[in-house]
């Protein structure tokens, strides 16, 4: 039996760790597994690319596979809003209480509670997007976004 497992198998494999964070946020490792591809070598880039702006690039094998972020948004923007101007996530679904909206390859959280006096009159929302292609799984991504919020929320220590 094994001679013919061995034989028939031409799928890839994951050779690398799944990470437990998101440069530096927690996250549970089987949330981020849909999302992540076959692959030998994993890397993190972090990026502060403007004002508030902080991403994390995943990289498997040379090329990026999510990328996560935090970012500040005028005040009165929407889920929809964000969503709009970043690739893999709409269309999506909302949540019924607005603070979320995501689909199989990427999603939006608003923040609860957050403020910065650098961004005075801005919401922090949350970003995740999936590049790998063929990963899709909007159950697992809108636990992975909740999640994902809530460290956002604790690291901003928000009230």
């Not at 996560?68 to 009165?76: D, H, M, S, T, Y």
């Not at 961004?119 to 991504?141: E, G, K, N």
């Amino acid at each position: 039996m094994g001679i013919a497992l061995s034989g028939c198998s031409t799928e890839e494999v994951r050779e690398y760790a799944l990470p437990k964070s998101l440069c530096g946020v927690t996250v549970k490792s089987d949330l981020l597994s849909p999302f992540l591809p076959a692959g030998k070598k994993i890397s993190t880039q972090q990026e502060s690319p403007n004002g508030g702006t902080e991403r994390c690039k995943i990289s498997i094998d040379g090329k990026v596979a999510m990328i996560a972020g935090q970012l500040w948004w005028e005040k009165g923007g929407t889920v929809m809003d964000v969503a709009a101007v970043h690739a893999q996530v709409t269309p999506g679904t909302v949540t019924d209480d607005k603070r979320y909206l995501y689909s199989g390859t990427g999603a939006v959280g608003k923040a609860e509670g957050c403020s910065d006096s650098t961004h005075p009159d801005q919401y922090l929302f949350t970003v995740i997007q999936v590049f790998a292609p063929d990963l899709d799984d909007a159950a697992t991504m809108k636990r992975l976004i909740v999640d994902y919020t809530k460290q956002i929320q604790e690291k901003y220590k928000c009230v």
